[in-house]
């Protein structure tokens, strides 16, 4: 069932009523089933692995955590979460070892594996407890809205707001459909028109001008950002309507002025992930080795970040891009801030520089995430610099039909950031103390796009492009 | 807090984090430091080990949600 098909919010609408018209204690179990159900139009086959994982999962939290002290329960914690990591390498390298030979990966095999892995540690450490029915705990590792592409939400977050029922009130419903809408408009109006120009520059590379290389370098980090967090927005919306809040994925990232705050601001729940569940630890080991712990610490850190995508070279340039420059800013990162504070009026044109390098090094390593091959890759890079003939040549092709309308993609895509800050400071709810009259147009406005953009899913023949994110 | 611990864990955060007015609270977390983050949050755990000649475990640092916490878990290995 594709997102962006009127079947999916059907679904969504039917899941939300019946999860809402449900007793507190009967929620857990209408979301459980919803969850499989959706699982089932894309995997049926492997609805069985994930409820069996589940179970095996539940049962060893609570050995776990009443046997703390035992020799066994950390035993069984290093057995289970082992396997579970087994379990993703084994299917991504079948992946690359099929090599398009029909191996389907289990559709959110690398969200609900990290979601269990980290409530098992979190349980063996004992900053959580263990969840004692099963019914609630498994439509947690189901839960649909996050299965696709995630956020990855962790158990301490999820389980409270399920046993209260959810908060579903108007202005979390309202907030809700706004984001599925942000959501849908940052996928079809800014990042699938961007890959028109995208696709353009890569299958153009030869053309001897350094044009389609730079639509590429440049359009890319926008494209893979409004289609991944389009995809967070319409997850974090439907969580919403069932009054479930998640926890955000993104911060502006391309407002960062340095590659380590650029991956604090990027696929944050990822990131937040490996720091408390790879790095601390793998930190806490090395410790005593000094800076070279601190290296090896973020290389492996950022390499597992990369392979977590897929096994392939294309990703291993990817991640080595990414902790070159990860360490050389944290090696460097203290002798900077002392130097900034000796010199406070250059932080500002600092922080404006440090933004400009930030998107370069993005855009460089994701040439390697999104080139076919090292090879374009590297035709892409060296095409950077063969000059800026053919220009208007370049400019033609891409505004004629039919990549004639890409291009409102960029206006699309400021619009898309202001809606996002403003989200950020003050919300998606109605404001508090609006007229009856402002309330209620406001509401019908947005019953409308919504209706709108249904129609527009039953209108489109063709099939879209598939969400970059909900591949992995 | 012990006062005696948190007059070391004090002068401990000043040096790590670079802040000689920082004063710490019991309810004080790595949002109401700047520089608290997980880089500098390992530099402050090597430097509290070998002021106090304490070791802790993965999991126990996992556990610290705050400076109060921290300052429980050195009294708690001291006693």
């Not at chain 1, 035992?70 to 990591?85: F, H, N």
């Amino acid at each position: 069932m594709p997102l962006s098909s009127v079947e999916f919010l059907l679904f969504v609408a039917l899941s939300v009523i019946a999860f809402r018209l449900s007793p507190r204690r009967g929620r857990p179990h209408v979301l459980l089933v919803a969850s499989y159900g959706f699982y089932c139009t894309w995997n049926p086959q492997m609805a069985g692995a994930l409820l069996g994982i589940t179970v095996v999962c539940y049962y060893a939290a609570l050995y776990v955590e009443s046997s703390r002290g035992r020799p066994l329960a950390p035993r069984i914690t290093v057995a289970v979460v082992s396997g579970l990591i087994l379990y993703i390498v084994a299917w991504k390298a079948r992946a690359v070892l099929s090599s398009g030979g029909g191996i389907v990966i289990p559709l959110g095999v690398s969200y609900y594996t990290f979601r269990l892995i980290s409530y098992l540690l979190d349980v063996h450490w004992g900053t959580v407890p263990a969840e004692r029915s099963l019914v609630p705990f498994a439509a947690y590792v189901a839960f649909f809205p996050q299965m696709m592409a995630g956020p990855i939400e962790r158990a301490s977050s999820f389980l409270p707001q399920l046993g209260a029922g959810g908060t579903a009130d108007r202005g979390r419903t309202f907030e809700g459909v706004m984001r599925i809408l942000l959501g849908f408009f940052k996928k079809f109006v800014v990042a699938d028109n961007l890959a028109l120009i995208v696709d353009y520059g890569y299958r153009h590379l030869g053309s001897g001008s350094s044009v389609p290389s730079a639509l590429s370098f440049y359009l890319y980090p926008v494209q893979l950002y409004a289609d991944f967090s389009g995809l967070a927005d319409i997850a974090l919306g439907v969580g919403l309507l069932f009054g479930l809040k998640g926890p955000e994925n993104f911060d502006a990232p391309f407002s960062a002025s340095s590659i380590s705050e650029y991956w604090r601001r990027w696929h944050m729940t990822l990131t937040s992930w490996l720091r408390d569940y790879v790095f601390m630890p793998l930190r806490m080991a090395t410790r005593t080795w000094g800076t070279a712990g601190l290296i090896v610490s973020v290389v492996v850190n950022m390499m597992l970040i990369a392979v977590w995508h897929g096994f392939t070279l294309g990703f291993v340039a990817f991640g080595a891009v990414n902790a070159t420059f990860l360490v050389v800013d944290v090696l460097t990162s203290a002798r900077r801030q002392k130097f900034w504070r000796r010199h406070p009026g250059l932080l500002r044109a600092a922080t404006i520089v440090g933004m400009i390098v930030t998107y370069h090094i993005v855009s460089l390593s994701e040439t390697f995430f999104r080139a076919p091959s090292f090879a374009d890759a590297a035709r892409l890079l060296g095409g950077l610099g063969a000059g800026l003939h053919g220009f208007g040549e370049a400019l033609a092709v891409v505004t004629a039909p039919p990549n004639h309308y890409a291009w409102i993609a960029l206006p699309a895509f400021v619009l898309t950031e202001t809606a996002d800050a403003v989200r950020r400071r003050r919300g998606m709810g109605l404001p508090a103390g609006l007229p009856r009259w402002a309330r209620w147009s406001a509401v019908t406005c947005l019953a409308g796009a919504f209706v709108f953009m249904a129609l527009l899913f039953l209108a489109r023949k063709s099939a879209t492009n598939p969400f970059v994110y909900a591949n992995f | 807090m012990d006062e005696a611990i948190q007059q070391r864990l004090t002068a401990i955060f000043r040096t790590v984090f670079d802040e000689p007015d920082l004063q710490l609270r019991r309810a004080m977390t790595a949002h109401d430091v700047p520089a608290w983050d997980s880089l500098s949050h390992i530099t402050l755990i090597v430097a509290v080990e070998r002021e106090f000649r304490v070791r802790f475990t993965t999991a126990e640092v996992a556990a610290l949600m705050n400076v109060g916490d921290l300052a429980d878990q050195i009294s708690k290995k001291l006693s």
